[in-house]
């Protein structure tokens, strides 16, 4: 089976850094998704990751490891809309999204 | 405003009840996803159409029946439900089935099952 984690929940204040990790061990991959989930809302795509390395976009960077099974997402300069939930999904084999529980991210003044 | 749009946005239903969830996307997509989101669980994939058809059936339980009626339109029929169904139903669409493409979600039913 296919088996994603990353941490439950995670805090930190406006206008700092917050990094979450996502680790993978799937059957096959094909790229990882970062989605962003406010409460009663659709999940919206932000990032995609396919080649190892960095993928950046505004204050959203996205990193990942095919080696080491892992990715994260970088919030930079964050703000109080970022508060959400992030979800990590893998592709495996075929066209197959395999997510996370999902990481609640609360933003404090 | 999403492109993928989701009726009814809350439901309420008892066991013995029959109920259908539509999924209509506006993006000229070719697939589309039923997905069901439990409290602190993963986002569980129930079924995908492409092109009107159906290419996964993820061993989901017979009271689950879905339609593709055309590529832009979803639904999810509904009946005998268990308590345990209660969740958020989400519905999302992609240009294709091709790994690059991203998913475009709609903002899901609230299902209640009494």
């Known amino acids: 089976g296919q088996n994603i984690d990353q941490p439950t929940e995670m805090t930190a204040t406006e206008g700092a850094i917050v990094q979450i990790n996502c680790t993978y061990q799937?059957?096959?991959?094909?790229?990882l998704f970062w989605y962003q989930q406010h409460a009663g809302e659709a999940p919206t795509f932000l990032s995609y990751n396919v080649l190892d390395g960095l993928e950046e976009k505004g204050r959203f960077s996205s990193f990942l490891s095919r080696s080491k099974g892992y990715s994260y997402l970088l919030l930079k300069e964050l703000q109080m809309k970022d508060s959400a939930s992030y979800l990590c999904a893998v592709r495996d084999s075929d066209y197959k999204l395999s997510f996370g529980a999902g990481t609640t991210v609360t933003v404090r003044a | 405003e999403t492109g993928v749009t989701q009726t009814p946005r809350h439901l309420v239903m008892g066991m013995t009840n029959k109920k259908s969830l539509k999924c209509e996307q506006h993006l000229g997509h070719n697939a589309m996803y039923w997905y069901k989101q439990s409290a602190k669980k993963p986002l569980e994939l129930m079924f995908v159409?492409?092109?009107?058809?159906?290419?996964e059936n993820n061993s989901v339980p017979s009271r689950f029946s879905p339609e593709c009626p055309n590529s832009s339109h979803l639904f999810l029929h509904l009946h005998t439900l268990q308590p345990e169904d209660s969740a958020l139903y989400l519905c999302?669409?992609?240009?294709?089935?091709?790994?690059?493409?991203?998913?475009?979600f709609g903002p899901g039913t609230r299902l209640t099952v009494l």
């Open positions: 799937t059957s096959g991959f094909n790229g």
């Open positions: 159409y492409s092109l009107e058809e159906r290419v």
């Open positions: 999302a669409s992609s240009p294709g089935l091709a790994e690059y493409n991203e998913q475009f």
